[in-house]
């Protein structure tokens, strides 16, 4: 496993080279298994990978072998595949590893794949590689329905060469802009991409400059749009689960946190009505696949006492305000008065915008490096925060957090910190 990884990082990994010849020319030397792959489609700035997950779970309870491809990781690379299986096992848990690809066939496919990339004039970049590798092993694995998350846009993302039944476009906000263009009318462009011919497209997105985008390039491709609107209203919340009245669905207990998640929902749900005219998925199946899906480090509570601890891989404005106006309506439910932030954040993000947002909320900040080559040096995050303390490294950070003896620890500002974080306290 460790030869696999070392090879992965090889691979360009920052750099974002346009176009889908790379991973097209690797699949297409191991015969194209994205074709032969029915395929959900999901773009969005934020909420994809949640809305994935739900999809995945409801899939799964209707009796269909399942995989999931998701970005990034936070514990492994192996996280990236999963496949689930419809059995008995569905109602219980069996932890956060539940699915993975096993080392072995995942070992087996890089070792495979590699002298192909290394054989093309324009070497693959890292996602386009583990892409090539996720439908091929989808495709070898005989699921019956792959969930795709994009990596990044949708236009000119690696994983836009399938053919899917329904394509999602979960929301539009500024993120990447250095990628995917300075405006919301630009990002919207390229998320709506992904859209195909005949394929409905279903999106919550409801600004009007992103909206006529989409609208317009749904148009030029005939792609049926589809607004997900119906009737959601939130009912209760607690640290282990949130209630939701869906219209033409009834009450629905989500294990998945944060008020954000009603628009997730709204957007599953609808995805969902267009996949009932291809699939069976009965309300049964809806409503217990939705109450059993997961998916880590998004509001995800991981303890409760003595201190409540919250990871958020909130990394753009847009997320950071749910956040914040989330945690508001916990902090007063509770009476939570002893409040600690653990906060690092990538230097290419808007984190001017970030902390602006949410260091107010804390009674004690601590800040620190997220373990990847694009964070930011802490120390630039004191002009909003000057009496926070800064930690040499993320156990460093956690230990910190935990000697002040917080009610509320929430960890947040990147996924690669929330990964870090997670790893120690497994």
């Not at 949640?50 to 492994?76: D, E, N």
């Not at 969902?272 to 997961?294: D, K, N, P, W, Y």
């Amino acid at each position: 496993m460790d030869q696999a990884i070392s090879y992965l990082k090889r691979l360009p990994f920052a750099e974002v080279k346009p176009g889908l010849g790379r991973v097209l020319a690797l699949l297409e030397a191991v015969g194209h298994p994205q074709r032969s792959l029915p395929t959900v489609h999901i773009t969005g700035t934020n909420g994809k990978g949640s809305v994935a997950a739900m999809i995945a779970s409801v899939l799964r309870s209707a009796g269909y072998r399942t995989g999931l491809y998701t970005s990034p990781h936070l514990i492994s690379y192996r996280e990236r595949m999963r496949i689930y299986h419809p059995s008995i096992s569905l109602f219980k848990e069996e932890g956060e590893r539940e699915g993975w690809i096993s080392e072995d066939d995942f070992c087996a496919l890089v070792d495979e794949l590699m002298p192909i990339a290394e054989s093309l004039a324009d070497r693959p970049t890292q996602f386009e590689f583990l892409t090539a590798m996720a439908f091929l092993y989808f495709a070898r694995q005989r699921v019956d329905i792959a969930v795709i998350e994009v990596g990044m846009g949708g236009r000119f993302d690696a994983t836009n060469v399938v053919m899917p039944l329904v394509s999602v476009l979960t929301n539009v906000e500024l993120d990447h802009t250095e990628f995917l263009g300075p405006t919301i009318e630009k990002i919207a462009w390229e998320k709506a991409g992904i859209a195909k011919p005949n394929v409905p497209f279903v999106t919550g997105e409801r600004k009007p400059e992103a909206l006529s985008v989409i609208e317009r390039e749904c148009a030029a491709v005939g792609a049926p749009l589809v607004l997900a609107k119906r009737a959601i209203e939130r009912l209760d919340f607690t640290w282990e689960y949130q209630e939701f009245q869906i219209e033409s669905l009834g009450r629905v207990k989500l294990q998945l946190l944060g008020g954000y998640q009603r628009e997730n929902l709204r957007v599953a749900v609808e995805a969902l009505r267009v996949l009932q005219e291809r699939l069976v998925l009965s309300e049964t199946a809806i409503r217990t696949g939705l109450e059993r899906a997961r998916w880590p480090g998004r509001f995800e509570v991981v303890q409760i006492e003595p201190s409540v601890i919250v990871l958020d891989g909130a990394h753009n404005p847009h997320a950071i305000r749910a956040l914040r106006d989330d945690l508001r309506r916990y902090i007063q439910k509770y009476q939570i008065t002893k409040k600690l932030l653990l906060f690092g954040v990538l230097h290419d993000k808007d984190y001017p915008s970030m902390a602006q947002t949410l260091f107010s909320e804390f009674d004690e900040i601590v800040l620190v490096r997220p373990e990847s080559p694009r964070a930011l040096d802490p120390t630039a995050l004191l002009r909003w925060a000057p009496r926070a303390r800064i930690a040499s490294d993320v156990a460093t950070a956690l230990e910190m957090a935990h000697a002040a003896k917080p009610e509320l620890l929430c960890v947040t500002g990147s996924l690669y910190l929330v990964g870090a974080v997670k790893r120690l306290l497994l």
